[in-house]
């Protein structure tokens, strides 16, 4: 028996009882848009996750091949008749068994899709204010850089930001620099320099914050730089954008008491859009 809500019932009632992820955060997850049944930067996303299994030791099925991986997502897209716009996302867990040691490292699979108003990625020009969340601290080390369930502090930073009336927050790591906002990876426009900060300082290796990196790189009379960005740095840009693949990219237009123009960050929207066009 198990107390559930002040109610006793059968353990076998409730199958959260010894699951990895809910006991843990034994597990990996990826966010993916799809479009026209197809999904975005599809390659990108089947290594990183395959990455951050090896990462965690998790075992690696020898069906997880990207093509079986995609057409799990992609039929569960089409059943709930969600193909031509959603976004999915498919968490990967560690079987049940054992405490912080677990007792095998086969894994398990859950996938679920919620629907999107846009193929493209909508140009977002409303006003978007962003502030420092310095209650608690990215660490600088790889688990940082891959999608875990343990996600506790952006939550709480998620949390901060409603109750403080911000649009979200940019997160500092455990040397006080800014390495990303809640939901996504953070690029700073300085002059013709744009700067995103390296993997190597905590932040999310993002598929997205790669795509606009490949972007920006072509774009004429714009240097592209990964290093690290302190907080005084954020007053003397004059561009800053959160990226994520699911809303592209997202204009900041506030922080603190420094309004940010929208010029390179509708450039890059542009351009990602014609990728998702010829999807």
Known sequence: MINFNGTMVSEDTNILTQNRAFLYGDAVFETVKIVNAKILFLEDHYFRLMASMRVIRMEIPMNFTMEFLEEQIVSLATANALSSSCRARITVFRNDGGYYLPKINTVSFLIHTI?????????????????????????????????????????????????????????????????????????????????????????????????????????????????????????????????????????????????????????LLEKLNEVVSAT
């Open 115 to 267: 629907g999107l108003e846009d193929i493209l990625y909508p140009f977002n020009q409303a006003k978007y204010e962003v502030d420092l969340f310095k209650d608690f601290y990215v660490t600088k080390q790889l688990l940082s850089s891959i999608k875990t369930t343990n996600k506790i502090l952006n939550i709480t930073a998620s949390i901060f930001a409603s109750e403080n009336g911000y649009d979200n927050c940019l997160l500092l790591n455990d040397s006080k620099n800014v390495v990303e906002a809640i939901q996504g990876n953070l690029f700073m426009l300085t002059g013709n320099k744009l700067i995103t900060p390296p993997v190597s300082e905590g932040c999310l290796n993002g598929v997205m914050r790669k795509q606009v990196l490949e972007f920006a790189k072509k774009m004429d009379n714009l240097e592209v730089v990964e290093e690290a960005i302190s907080p005084f740095d954020l007053q003397k840009a004059d561009e800053l954008f959160i990226t994520n693949v699911i809303k592209g990219i997202q204009p900041i237009t506030k922080y603190r008491k420094k309004e940010f123009d929208i010029v390179v960050a509708k450039v």
